[in-house]
């Protein structure tokens, strides 16, 4: 096969997915379309509509977009298979029906920002950090019926320093995804359309997989009934999107809701105090988790701008009677 005979189409949302696209057409592939989310209505009445930044960039770019409600929508199935493509690329987008993953002749594959069979889900990137792991990765795999479990055709890691929050990890990875789809596609090339996979229960641990599910607002408020390296580790995981939350509420039952985005681990042992126990000492503010204080370095109050912690507690009477939970 040559690279000329390829016809591609693209799929894929945020600006995560942009670099890939931006790479497949510097290197002068054949993308014959791209599809992409409806745009989303923003402003205070969802009265403006704004386009995904894939489909941003494929318009800049001369590229066709398609923007189907739903992807077994019969007239959108049938548009797709006019444009004859023989091999379809996807990257951060929804889940696809047999029907789009299995109608090119070379099949459809994904750029996964993890090392799998770890990590399978929406949210891999910032999971892996909230679980302090020191390495991640992308993985390269065609779809099948179950989400993110098709046969692994490339993988390459990314080390997480400890100091990282997700933003420097979500830009190393949407570099290197980029990177690594093109070398999937020279191999897809290389091998006539059917390169050589691994199937990913080959590699499932003894102990459970560690899942990336979506984010949502229960599973990213701050529990300091852990260690203040697993809070610490929360935080950055969620810096700075979405954002870790909690609530400190006083003896009156009054609630202050804020988001934390930078912490810092003190080293030192939070003597017995209850955790959420706020500490206010020499100008800082921390936080009793169950083993340590954290500092806590920069938040935003509902409703207010991200500030340090200095500038809240400038700004805040009384917080000595507050509770973090």
Not at 72 to 77: C, L, N
Not at 119 to 126: F, L, S, V
């Amino acid at each position: 096969m040559r690279k000329e005979d390829l016809k591609i189409i693209f799929m894929g949302t945020p600006e995560f997915a942009v670099e890939t696209l931006k790479a497949l057409v510097d290197n002068d592939y054949h993308v014959v379309a791209v599809v992409t989310q409806p745009d989303k209505p923003v402003g205070r009445h969802g009265s403006v509509l704004q386009p995904s930044a894939v489909k941003q960039y494929a318009l800049e770019n001369g590229l066709p977009v398609l923007q189907p409600e739903k992807m077994k929508d019969p007239a959108f199935v049938e548009q797709l298979r006019g444009y004859g493509a023989n091999l379809q690329v996807v990257v951060a987008f929804r889940m696809l029906p047999e029907v789009v993953w299995a109608m090119p002749e070379y099949g459809t594959f994904n750029v996964h920002a993890a090392l799998l069979p770890q990590y399978r889900g929406a949210a891999p990137i910032n999971w892996a950090v909230i679980n302090g792991e020191t390495q991640t990765g992308v993985t390269t795999f065609f779809l099948d019926h179950d989400i993110d479990t098709g046969r692994m055709i490339e993988q390459r890691t990314f080390d997480i320093p400890d100091d990282a929050d997700v933003e420097y990890v979500y830009d190393g990875l949407m570099h290197l995804g980029a990177e690594l789809c093109l070398s999937t596609i020279g191999k897809i090339i290389a091998a006539g359309g059917h390169p050589e996979t691994v199937s990913q229960s080959d590699l499932l641990p003894t102990e459970p997989l560690k899942p990336a599910p979506k984010l949502f607002k229960d599973n990213t408020r701050v529990c300091w009934e852990q260690t203040a390296k697993q809070v610490y580790d929360f935080v950055r995981g969620l810096s700075p999107y979405p954002g870790a939350w909690t609530a400190l509420t006083d003896a009156d039952g009054k609630e202050l809701v804020l988001k934390i985005y930078s912490t810092t681990k003190t080293g030192e042992t939070a003597d017995g105090q209850q955790p959420g126990t706020l500490v206010i000492d020499r100008k800082r503010l921390c936080v009793a988790c169950a083993d340590q204080l954290l500092q806590i370095d920069s938040l935003q109050l509902a409703g207010k701008k991200r500030m340090d912690a200095q500038a809240f507690l400038n700004g805040m009477k009384g917080l000595e009677n507050y509770f973090a939970r």
